[in-house]
T-cell receptor, first 114, second 116 residues
């Protein structure tokens, strides 16, 4: 079974700073997908970024980028120029190819301070 | 267009009662998923629908839990004889997923269930 570990239960940074959230996973699969989701207090899970394991290039979406290290089974999220609206729970998730279900980490509560 | 919607937003019930939670996926999305988010267990997969059939219901915690989907659209998650440990946020998601292609899952706002 796959597991996803987020080792930072809480993080706090000042507005405009850069912050990196950690995620490691355990799998014997070679083909899979990795995701970062954001959950603000409204409860709605919002996709931040997605990475296909077969792609060597790290995914980026505006201020959000990942550092995907397949051999190390590591998938960290970097948020640049953090904004107050980035305050939320962040979940790392794994999906095995063909499985159609997400396996989530325990989440990191990120607070951006003014 | 409209996103995934869920109703009710909040539900309080007494132990032993049955509850029904509803999910309206994004129009045209063939795949629908139910997850449960609780303090003790985090986010757990419950069941996945492709069209009206459920190829994977491995996450349903007991036979008190069931789900159906009709017309390839709306889904209902039913919990019979609710227990206090069923208290959680129930999240629904949908995607364009075909069998061979993993598509991004889009989530609804969830239903917060409290069993007294």
């Amino acid at each position: 079974a796959q597991t996803v570990t987020q080792s930072q239960p809480e993080m706090s940074v000042q507005e405009a700073e850069t912050v990196t959230l950690s995620c490691t996973y355990d799998t014997s699969e070679n083909n899979y997908y990795l995701f970062w989701y954001k959950q603000p207090p409204s409860r709605q899970m919002i996709l931040v970024i997605r990475q296909e394991a077969y792609k060597q290039q790290n995914a980026t979406e505006n201020r959000f980028s990942v550092n995907f290290q397949k051999a190390a089974k590591s998938f960290s999220l970097k948020i640049s120029d953090s904004q107050l609206g980035d305050t939320a729970m962040y979940f790392c998730a794994f999906m095995k190819q063909g499985a159609q279900k997400l396996v989530f980490g325990q989440g990191t509560r990120l607070t951006i301070n003014p | 267009g409209a996103g995934v919607s869920q109703s009710p937003s909040n539900k309080v019930t007494e132990k032993g009662k049955d509850v029904e939670l509803r999910c309206d996926p994004i129009s045209g999305h063939t795949a629908l998923y139910w997850y449960r988010q609780s303090l003790g267990q985090g986010l757990e997969f419950l069941i996945y629908f492709q069209g009206n059939s459920a190829p994977d219901k491995s996450g349903l915690p007991s036979d008190r839990f069931s789900a159906e989907r009709t017309g390839g659209s709306v889904s209902t998650l039913t919990i019979q004889r609710t227990q206090q440990e069923d208290s959680a946020v129930y999240l629904c998601a949908s995607s364009l997923a075909s069998v061979m292609l993993e598509e991004t899952q889009y989530f609804g706002p969830g239903t917060r269930l409290l069993v007294l």
